[in-house]
T-cell receptor
Framework: GENVEQHPSTLSVQEGDSAVIKCTYSDSASNYFPWYKQELGKRPQLIID?????GEKKDQRIAVTLNKTAKHFSLHITETQPEDSAVYFC????????????FGSGTRLQVQP | DSGVTQTPKHLITATGQRVTLRCSPR?????VYWYQQSLDQGLQFLIQYYNGEERAKGNILERFSAQQFPDLHSELNLSSLELGDSALYFCASSVSGPSSYEQYFGPGTRLTVT
């Protein structure tokens, strides 16, 4: 089955700096890679996703890049703000009938004002 | 608000008991997924239902079962509860069309087993 590894486990940045979180996956058949943001005690919230036929996707201050050859994808947050502080999870779905998400272990991002 | 609802928000029960968690998907979504989030195991997929039928199973214990009803709401039944079952239980829903992968999560049910 799919295995997703996520690094780093914690990340502290100054407000206004950029943050990068990286994930690798094992199943070369995976073709959908979402990122979720989870605030303490709240639901995971889908913030951006990328399909395997795209190398990069941007949405305002966040972007995701995908390297299918190396089987890794990354989340980039620019001009970080204190409200970006949360736990971020990457995930992958293989291109099979089963659409269950396999999650990485999460990155706790702290943006220092 | 994702449009996915879950009840109850919190549940406190004793070891050996049985509980039922309920989930209503977003309007129009046919698939419901159940995930467990614990401190040591992270977010793990339990089971998926699509239009009333079981579609996929993950790391779901035999003591756990689920079903999806004709109105598409789903229930997760947890029995013979153990301390280690304490966790946040999320359901998510998606349209599950040929090119639709996005899953939207409900607010979760926090289960505490004492």
């Amino acid at each position: 089955g799919e295995n997703v590894e996520q690094h780093p486990s914690t990340l502290s940045v100054q407000e206004g700096d950029s943050a990068v979180i990286k994930c690798t996956y094992s199943d070369s058949a995976s073709n959908y890679f979402p990122w979720y943001k989870q605030e303490l005690g709240k639901r995971p919230q889908l913030i951006i996703d990328i399909r395997s036929n795209v190398g990069e996707k941007k949405d305002q201050r966040i972007a995701v890049t995908l390297n299918k050859t190396a089987k890794h994808f990354s989340l980039h947050i620019t001009e970080t703000q204190p409200e970006d502080s949360a736990v971020y999870f990457c995930a992958a779905i293989p291109d099979t009938g089963r659409r269950a998400l396999t999650f990485g272990s999460g990155t706790r991002l702290q943006v220092q004002p | 608000d994702s449009g996915v609802t879950q009840t109850p928000k919190h549940l406190i029960t004793a070891t050996g008991q049985r509980v039922t968690l309920r989930c209503s998907p977003r309007s129009g979504d046919l698939s419901v997924y159940w995930y467990q989030q614990s401190l040591d195991q992270g977010l793990q997929f339990l089971i998926q239902y699509y239009n009333g039928e079981e579609r996929a199973k993950g790391n779901i214990l035999e003591r756990f079962s689920a079903q999806q009803f004709p109105d598409l709401h789903s229930e997760l039944n947890l029995s013979s509860l153990e301390l280690g079952d304490s966790a946040l239980y999320f359901c998510a829903s998606s349209v599950s069309g040929p090119s639709s992968y996005e899953q939207y999560f409900g607010p979760g049910t926090r289960l505490t087993v004492t």
